[in-house]
């Protein structure tokens, strides 16, 4: 009868010994898979950021949808506008300003910018990010605006669920991760915050 308790005793030791173990590992990986998830999202989406900016810097708008944008900066130009003088000047010497046309894709590329599945989320599975532009008056002025983000849930795989909130109070699967604004002239991203 002793032998009997004895193995019973052990076998729930080690049962709560591999409760306890996966009770710690749990927290430690769904927190090492957020950041790392998320770091390659934010990277993937300040790179849309930069090349939103450069659509902008082109068009004078913001691009409506990756086509659009990817379109625009393999075939399109920047506009450089070099001046050589002071035109302010008030003596009135000459100035000399000259217009450069530079294809937007070799300006793409020296930032390392990648176009091609520029619109997929990383870890999200063949999922794309939400791209919305449009303009707004915003203090009696109309201006352009972006939005670029996606749901966590979306890059977060195994961990996409609102139970793993226990581990981190702030984590919800439905929030977004994005930068712009459609009700503001802003292109912060949200992780700044």
């Known amino acids: 009868m002793k032998n009997i308790l004895s193995i019973v005793l052990v076998l729930i030791i080690v049962f709560l010994a591999y409760a306890l173990i996966q009770g710690i590992k749990e927290p430690i990986a769904f927190e090492k898979v957020k950041k790392e998830r998320r770091n390659a ?3 993937q989406l300040e790179d849309i950021r930069t090349a939103q900016e450069i659509y902008r ?12 944008l990817k379109y ?3 075939n399109d130009s920047l506009t450089i506008e070099k001046i050589v003088g002071d035109p302010d000047d008030p003596k009135g010497e000459e100035y000399k300003r000259t ?6 894709i070799d300006t793409v590329q020296k930032l390392g910018i990648v176009l091609e599945g520029l619109e997929n989320i990383p870890y999200g599975e063949g999922k794309i ?7 707004i008056t915003y203090q009696s002025t109309l201006v352009y605006v972006c939005e670029v983000g996606t749901r966590w849930k979306d ?3 195994p961990y996409a669920s609102r139970k793993f909130s226990k581990f981190d109070n702030s984590y919800d699967p439905d929030k977004l991760l994005k930068f712009g604004d459609m009700n503001a ?7 700044d915050r």
């Open 41 to 43: 999202v934010i990277e």
């Open 57 to 68: 810097d082109i068009t004078g708008k913001f691009a409506a949808s990756f086509d659009s």
């Open 72 to 74: 625009v900066l393999t």
């Open 99 to 104: 217009i450069i046309k530079k294809p937007a």
């Open 129 to 135: 990010f939400t791209i919305a532009a449009d303009t």
């Open 155 to 157: 890059f977060m795989g």
């Open 185 to 191: 002239p802003n292109l912060s991203g949200n992780w």
